[in-house]
C-alpha cells in the first residue's frame, strides 16, 4: 500500500472546512455565482467514504468539534431537506454510514442534535 492512513486526518480537515465554507446559510443558493449546495453534498460524500475506508483505523473523535460545527447547519435543516429533495440527502447518507461504524458511534454520540435531527425526519 501507499500508507493513504497517513494523509487521512489532512483530508479529513480539508473536507471539514470545505463544508464550512459551503454551509447552509438559509440565504439564496447563488452567492458570487457558487452552487453550495452540490459541493456541500461532494464534501459529504467524501466524508462518508473516509469514515467507511478508515472509521476502525483513525480516531476521528479528536476532531469531533470541527466535524460537528461544519454540520450543525445541515443537522438543523436536515428535517426540511427530507421533504423538499426525492433523493436522499448526503447529510443523512453520512448520519446513517457513521451509526454503522462501531468506531464511528463515539463521534455520532458527541453531538445530541445528529440523532434528534434523523428523528425529525421520520415526524
Known sequence: ???VVSWVPQLFHITVEICKLVAVNGKPQ???GLRRGPIRTLCFQRLCEL???FGSSVNFTQYSLSFW???EPSL???PEMVVENEGCPAV???LRTMSAEPDLVKLL???EDAV???VGCIG
Open 116 to 118: 434528534g435531527a434523523v
Open 69 to 71: 460545527s461544519a454540520l
Open 51 to 53: 469514515f467507511t475506508r
Open 109 to 111: 454520540s458527541d453531538h
Open 30 to 32: 447563488e452567492k458570487e
Open 76 to 78: 438543523v435543516m436536515l
Open 92 to 94: 443523512l447518507l453520512l
Open 1 to 3: 500500500g501507499f500508507r
